[in-house]
């Protein structure tokens, strides 16, 4: 085997590995938002998927929770559109938990969210509880073993199987409220 050779094919195998690399990922992401005063804001959660999904768990926490309040959480118009058929939501002082399920009930019609990159699959809306003199961030996470009892982790159903960050779904951490002081004269 010449070395040009064997050059040309690791190079090839290379550019093959980034290739699947950057195609085959699970992603969990929080969108970063703003708000005046004691304005509310929504918040979304956005996936990536690389296999169609048929229901999700999400458990998401956060800091300095004296200045929110989360007043709702439930999925986007994507996900309804598709046909959720069990939406669990509870509330906790500092985090939230959103459980959806796809296809719950007979007749089983299989629905899914088709596998795609950046796809809204929930909101939360969030309410200041205070005036802040300084602009002052609010950050959401994911938040394994954290919420419940049973305690849940943050998933989506692929196959009928779960998949955590235990088995690759990369929960990111972008979820930022920044709350600023209200406009002068308010």
Do not use: W
Request: with cysteine; aromatic share 8%; net charge negative.
């Amino acid at each position: 085997m010449t070395k040009r050779f064997l050059h040309g094919t690791l190079a090839l195998l290379f550019c093959l590995g980034l290739a699947g690399v950057a195609t085959a990922q699970n992603v969990l992401s929080i969108s970063d938002d703003s708000t005046q005063g004691l304005s509310p804001a929504t918040m979304t959660v956005f996936m990536d998927a690389d296999t169609d999904v048929q229901g999700f768990v999400l458990a998401i926490g956060y800091t300095n929770d004296t200045l929110v309040d989360i007043t709702d959480a439930n999925v986007t118009a994507a996900v309804d559109t598709v046909g959720a058929e069990l939406v669990v939501s509870e509330f906790f002082a500092d985090g939230f938990t959103l459980g959806v399920v796809l296809d719950a009930s007979a007749p089983f019609d299989g629905q899914v969210i088709a596998a795609g990159v950046g796809i809204g699959i929930a909101y939360f809306d969030v309410e200041p509880t205070d005036i802040v003199l300084v602009d002052t961030d609010v950050v959401f996470s994911f938040m394994d073993g954290v919420f419940n009892d049973p305690v849940l982790n943050n998933i989506l159903v692929q196959g009928g199987l779960s998949v955590g960050a235990t088995a690759g779904l990369d929960l990111t951490d972008t979820g930022t409220l920044t709350l600023m002081p209200p406009p002068p004269g308010e």
